[in-house]
């Protein structure tokens, strides 16, 4: 079974940067698509960057393109959450999620394509 441990959170001023880890355990990371999905008060999980198990397809939401960057060290068992720019409407808490139903070249920021999530990490932007 694999179990996803999200670390990197905290609170941070507008305009600063946070790195997100995701450490996973229990199955092997190199067939699993990965994303990042944060989920505010009173609003829905929100996909935010996800990559395919190749690395060849990464996809962001569209409010943190040229802000976040998704990698993944598959040696390593991590995947990780860039965020520079960081505004208060990034304020939430974040997830990283797992899949192995998606083909090698592609991912989904849709929640339910995904199995295993972490516990989730939270981001406050405030001054």
């Known amino acids: 079974q694999l179990q996803l441990v999200e670390s990197g959170g905290g609170l941070v001023q507008p305009g600063g940067s946070l790195r997100l880890s995701c450490a996973a355990s229990g199955l092997i990371l190199d067939h699993l698509a990965i994303g990042w999905f944060r989920q505010a008060p009173g609003k829905e999980r929100e996909g935010v960057a996800c990559?395919?198990?190749?690395?060849?397809?990464?996809d962001y939401a569209d409010s943190v393109k040229g802000r976040f960057t998704i990698s993944r060290d598959n040696a390593k068992t991590k995947v990780y959450l860039q965020m520079n720019s960081l505004k208060p409407e990034d304020t939430a808490v974040y997830y990283c999620?797992?899949?192995?139903?998606?083909?090698?070249?592609?991912?989904?920021?849709?929640?339910?394509?995904?199995?295993?999530w972490g516990q989730g990490t939270q981001v406050t932007v405030s001054s």
């Open positions: 990559i395919s198990s190749s690395s060849i397809k990464i």
């Open positions: 999620a797992a899949t192995a139903r998606l083909p090698s070249w592609t991912t989904s920021r849709t929640p339910s394509r995904y199995d295993y």
